[in-house]
C-alpha cells in the first residue's frame, strides 16, 4: 500500500508480531527501533539509527549509538515518543512495523488513532501487521495500483469519524460514489479487488483502511 509521492520514509520498530514486508525506510530514511523492538532488529539483522523506549520490556538499557531513555511513567507509549521524535526531525512519511496483532490488543488500537494523529497533523503512515496493512485518510486520497494488490483477499474502508462525507471508492467490486460513511455501521467492510486499479478518497471526514493479505 503506498500512501506517499515522495519523500524520506522514517521506519518505527516495535516488539510486536511481524508480517513478511520487507523493511527499509530508502534513501535518507531513518529506522528508530523501539524497548522490545530492539531484539526484534537484532533478529532480523536490523541496524536502528535510534534507540528509545523506558526499556522495560528489553530488560537493560543498551549502550552504543544514539540512546533515548523515557520515564516509564508517562503519557505516550514508546512507540508514540519515536514517531515524536521522527517528526522533530522533519520526517512526514512513518512505515510502522511490530505494533500490531499480538497479546495487547490496546497497543493495536492505540497505533491506529497514532495513524489518524499522522493524517490529522500533515503526515502519512503504514501500519504493517501480520496479514495486513492498515493506514488512515482524513480529507485525502489513496491510490493503490493492481500489482499491489496481489495476494490481497479483502480491503475495508471504514469511517473513523462520527461521519465520513464525499466517500468515494473506485476499482473494487463495490464501489461508491459521493457517499456517507458513519462509525456505527460498517458498510465498508471485506471490499474486494478485481483485477484494477483502486482509488479511494474522502471529502470530508476521516477513514481507515485495511487491507488483509490471503
Avoid at 528489553?58 to 521522527?86: C, H, M, N, Q, S
Amino acid at each position: 500500500m503506498r500512501t506517499e509521492d515522495a519523500g524520506k520514509v522514517c521506519c518505527l520498530i516495535g516488539a510486536g508480531l511481524f508480517g513478511e514486508e520487507f523493511i527499509s525506510p530508502g534513501k535518507g530514511g531513518l529506522i528508530i527501533a523501539c524497548d522490545g523492538g530492539i531484539r526484534s532488529c537484532k533478529e532480523k539483522g536490523i541496524r536502528p539509527d535510534i534507540l528509545i523506549g523506558d526499556f522495560d520490556s528489553l530488560g537493560y538499557v543498551p549502550d552504543g549509538g544514539e540512546v533515548i531513555t523515557l520515564p516509564v511513567r508517562k503519557d505516550v507509549t514508546d512507540l508514540w515518543a519515536a514517531y515524536e521524535e521522527g517528526k522533530r526531525r522533519g520526517y512526514r512519511i512513518f512505515r510502522i512495523f511490530g505494533a500490531a496483532g499480538g497479546a495487547r490488543p490496546s497497543h493495536t488500537i492505540a497505533n491506529i488513532q497514532m495513524l489518524s494523529h499522522m493524517a490529522v497533523n500533515g503526515c502519512r503512515g503504514v501500519l504493517y501487521g501480520p496479514g495486513a496493512e492498515y493506514c488512515v485518510l482524513r480529507n485525502d486520497q489513496l491510490k493503490i495500483e493492481r500489482s499491489e494488490m496481489e495476494g490481497t483477499k479483502h480491503i475495508s474502508v471504514l469511517s473513523l469519524s462520527d461521519r465520513a462525507e464525499g466517500v468515494t471508492i473506485k476499482g473494487l467490486s463495490y464501489e461508491l460514489d459521493d457517499a456517507v460513511l458513519t462509525n456505527e455501521f460498517p458498510l465498508g467492510v471485506g471490499n474486494l479487488p478485481d483485477g484494477r486499479d483502486a482509488e479511494i478518497s474522502v471529502r470530508n471526514g476521516t477513514l481507515l483502511v485495511i487491507t488483509e493479505r490471503a
